[in-house]
């Protein structure tokens, strides 16, 4: 794994991991040995495709220790994310009749949206010819096996036709069902361990009624606790490709929804679903009265949702490792989770260190790409186990889970000190192992003084 003369890198998937560990790389690397990083996507480049999918896009917020890792890249990228994403200013809690601001910055925008900031910096890095990092991309290529051991990856081209190339390190970020993670899995380098709990998601869009006027588009908007109903705002498929030209705030919105249920039966009938969301009793800006969720819902949406297929989002795999000889797993293909806000924000936190270590490593006379990556397994592995085990935490079909959330919520806004998992993961200023750790720990002295506080009462009564 030791190259005196030129490093190659290949990067699998270029989703917001696999484009943070360039744009790491391409900031990042002082090295004078050439650099070169040959990015494959089986997709076509994010600025010609759609930015949302109607059965599965949900709003992301990229804060806490996503803004961090941007941070670290940054000005630039801090810029560019202000310009082409959605600003987050906090969570709307319809039920609650309460705003919870947010003012240590962040962003909100789908998948798609986020992946094509990443990228739109980092061509503009390589036209400025700023790095003396070279990337290749591959758009419509999959990889469909490696060798970790010779570092040799094989791939379809855009034409279908089968190629193999040789790398120092091929980085997989390829997804939850990464393939590379199950490769690495069969010729024994490492062991998954895999958990199940009753979360599973339905997308619902709210396309009536001008919901972006309704609804802040800068805030996450939590409309329901039963069904678990948390919406939010994306870049509606046409404006999202004049983002690089005008302010992203200013250009129209659409809303998405991700309904939470504990199970994967069928929704219902048309009638059933109009039913469920005329239970559900939101209450958009001043000045406009509460209302039914179902308003904002046409027939053809409420129909498309009653046949929408469900997705099990409680799924989690954990890697006993994340380095396999010359492959190693970023995002999803090494730990993936359920759904609390922390998915893309833990990738893009990982990529950069693993950006960190690389660099480090090859500023060195003779690096050694193992090295690095070991260092990038020590580092991050134990931040995704903690993150894991705190996603694991949320069931949307337990009541009592749900009844302790906001229990311990309530408790927090009142006396100023956070116990749920979720919300301390937010706090860039704890490490996942610490967020965990402290919730543990809060959790358990607030259980000592309330059966004190029980004893006490009976005695004396």
């Not at 939590?222 to 046409?238: K, M, N, Q």
């Amino acid at each position: 794994m030791t190259n005196k003369a030129h490093t190659e890198i290949a990067i699998i998937g270029a989703g917001p991991s696999g484009l943070m560990l360039a744009l790491s790389l391409v900031t990042m690397n002082k090295s004078s040995v050439p650099l070169t990083i040959t990015l494959f996507e089986q997709e076509d480049d994010h600025d010609l495709q759609s930015r949302a999918n109607p059965d599965r896009s949900y709003t992301i917020d990229v804060t806490g220790h996503g803004r961090l890792a941007i941070q670290r890249i940054g000005d630039e990228l801090l810029a560019r994310f202000d310009k082409e994403l959605i600003p987050f200013r906090g969570i709307q809690a319809h039920q609650l009749r309460r705003t919870l601001p947010y003012s240590e910055g962040g962003w909100t925008g789908s998948r798609g949206d986020i992946c094509s900031a990443l990228l739109h910096e980092l061509k503009a890095i390589l036209e400025a010819n700023t790095s003396n990092t070279n990337v290749t991309f591959k758009w419509q290529s999959q990889a469909t096996g490696i060798d970790p051991h010779s570092g040799t990856l094989t791939f379809a081209n855009e034409t279908g036709v089968q190629e193999s190339m040789n790398f120092d390190l091929i980085v997989a970020a390829d997804g939850a069902g990464s393939l590379f993670r199950r490769s690495l899995e069969d010729k024994q380098l490492l062991t998954t361990t895999r958990y199940s709990i009753p979360n599973y998601s339905r997308i619902l869009h709210l396309d009536t009624n001008d919901p972006a006027t309704a609804f802040d588009p800068a805030l996450l908007h939590l409309f329901s606790l039963r069904p678990w109903a948390v919406g939010g705002a994306i870049l509606d498929a046409e404006a999202a490709h004049k983002s690089t030209d005008v302010v992203a705030e200013s250009l129209a919105k659409d809303f998405y929804v991700q309904m939470g249920y504990s199970d994967d039966k069928p929704i219902g009938t048309m009638e059933s679903v109009r039913e469920l969301l005329t239970n559900i009793v939101v209450r958009p800006q001043s000045g406009t009265a509460s209302n039914p969720l179902g308003n904002y819902v046409s027939d053809d949406e409420t129909k498309a949702y009653a046949a929408r297929d469900v997705y099990h989002t409680g799924r989690t795999v954990e890697c006993s490792t994340l380095v396999g000889n010359r492959c190693v797993l970023l995002g999803d293909a090494g730990t993936a989770f359920p759904p609390v806000g922390q998915g893309v924000n833990a990738a893009l936190e990982a990529a950069t260190v693993l950006g960190e270590c690389l660099s480090d490593e090859l500023k060195k006379d003779i690096p050694d790409i193992q090295t690095a990556t070991e260092r990038y397994n020590s580092r991050w592995l134990p931040e995704a186990l903690a993150c894991a085990e705190i996603a694991n935490s949320v069931v949307y079909g337990s009541p009592l889970n749900m009844a302790k959330m906001f229990l311990l919520g309530a408790l927090s806004d009142v006396i100023g000190v956070e116990f749920v998992g979720p919300q301390l993961a937010k706090d860039a200023s704890y490490s996942y192992v610490d967020a965990l750790a402290t919730s543990r720990r809060r959790t358990r002295i607030l259980g000592v003084i309330s059966i004190t506080l029980l004893a006490l009462l009976f005695v004396a009564i």
